[in-house]
T-cell receptor, first 116, second 117 residues
Framework: DTAVSQTPKYLVTQMGNDKSIKCEQN?????MYWYKQDSKKFLKIMFS???????INETVPNRFSPKSPDKAHLNLHINSLELGDSAVYFC???????????????FGPGTRLTVT | AQTVTQSQPEMSVQEAETVTLSCTYD???????LFWYKQPPSRQMILVIR??????QNATENRFSVNFQKAAKSFSLKISDSQLGDAAMYFC??????????????FGQGTILTVHP
């Protein structure tokens, strides 16, 4: 069974569209994250949720809105897509908040978003 | 804010030999964790090794070991007996053990490792 799964794995869309990426973890973890990896492979955190509550919110355009319907799911909705949103988006999860040393973040396989 | 720097964009090694990847970081915190992640072409991020800042002993995981120099804020990864499957992009990452950035992983720019047969 996949620990952290994301759908879709690839997403090609046009500028101005609205799209969502879904993430699910079956590890029983309390905390989930969204990271963005740009074209230069630089990885940066966007958001983190713990038990459906937002705990980390980096400087991200408000076109990006995370939603956590329950602690096993964290979805990312993006409005009015722009060319610069093209990237790989990774979901991750970890057991606790605050995380301890052994509290590894498990990453999903990533979603490659291409905006044309 | 914490920063992580990997000064080697690319490294290469012959199969069965040893290679060291460099990482430096900047922080004013005294308690934190450091990690090395591997990202093969499949894109999956895999944790290779972790180090607690309060531990003087360097972490080891099979063929992977670190050289943690807290005063110098240096955290290098040594891969011994390199294998073809080690070829990947390697990311150094930092996480505070407390404070306002609790839980947030800060990554370096990555180092692409090529393993030659």
């Amino acid at each position: 069974d996949t620990a952290v799964s994301q759908t879709p794995k690839y997403l090609v869309t046009q500028m101005g569209n609205d799209k969502s990426i879904k993430c699910e973890q079956n590890l029983g973890h309390d905390t989930m994250y969204w990271y963005k990896q740009d074209s230069k492979k630089f990885l940066k955190i966007m958001f983190s949720y713990n038990n459906k509550e937002l705990i980390i919110n980096e400087t991200v355009p408000n076109r990006f809105s995370p939603k956590s319907p329950d602690k096993a799911h964290l979805n990312l909705h993006i409005n009015s897509l722009e060319l610069g949103d093209s990237a790989v988006y990774f979901c991750a999860s970890s057991q606790d908040w605050p995380p301890g040393v052994g509290d590894e973040q498990y990453f999903g396989p990533g979603t490659r978003l291409t905006v044309t | 804010a914490q920063t992580v720097t990997q000064s080697q964009p690319e490294m290469s090694v012959q199969e069965a030999e040893t290679v060291t990847l460099s990482c430096t970081y900047d922080t004013s915190e005294s308690d934190y964790y450091l990690f090395w992640y591997k990202q093969p072409p499949s894109r999956q991020m895999i944790l290779v090794i972790r180090q607690e800042a309060y531990k003087q002993q360097n972490a080891t995981e099979n063929r992977f070991s670190v050289n943690f120099q807290k005063a110098a804020k240096s955290f290098s990864l040594k891969i011994s007996d390199s294998q073809l499957g080690d070829a990947a992009m390697y990311f150094c990452a930092y996480r505070n053990a407390g404070g306002t950035s609790y839980g947030k992983l800060t990554f370096g720019q990555g180092t692409i490792l090529t393993v030659h047969p």
